[in-house]
């Protein structure tokens, strides 16, 4: 996490399979990451790191950070989960 913007844009991770997510804010602010129809939302403070487990259907998913204005500035990206 950046100043609104995600490095990378797109990940992609096995389905139906727990995966850990590690959630690092190099950023100047607070930023989150959410993924709204999988009702996932992590607050990470700057300067942070937070990890999540995730284990999810096929699909394609969209993340963003649910900030006031971030979505809106750009920071989003692509969560690809596949059949392996």
């Known amino acids: 996490m950046l100043d609104v913007y995600f490095e990378p844009k797109e990940i992609t991770i096995p389905a139906n399979e727990d995966v850990v997510l590690v959630l690092r804010n190099d950023g100047m602010t607070v930023h989150n ?7 996932i939302s992590v607050d990470v403070d700057w300067g942070t790191t937070e990890h999540i487990v995730v ?12 900030v006031p204005g971030h979505t ?13």
């Open 33 to 39: 990451f959410s993924i709204d129809e999988q009702d």
């Open 55 to 66: 284990n999810l259907p096929p699909g394609v998913y969209e993340f963003r950070c649910a």
């Open 72 to 84: 809106e500035a750009g920071q989003v990206g692509i969560l690809v989960v596949e059949e392996r």
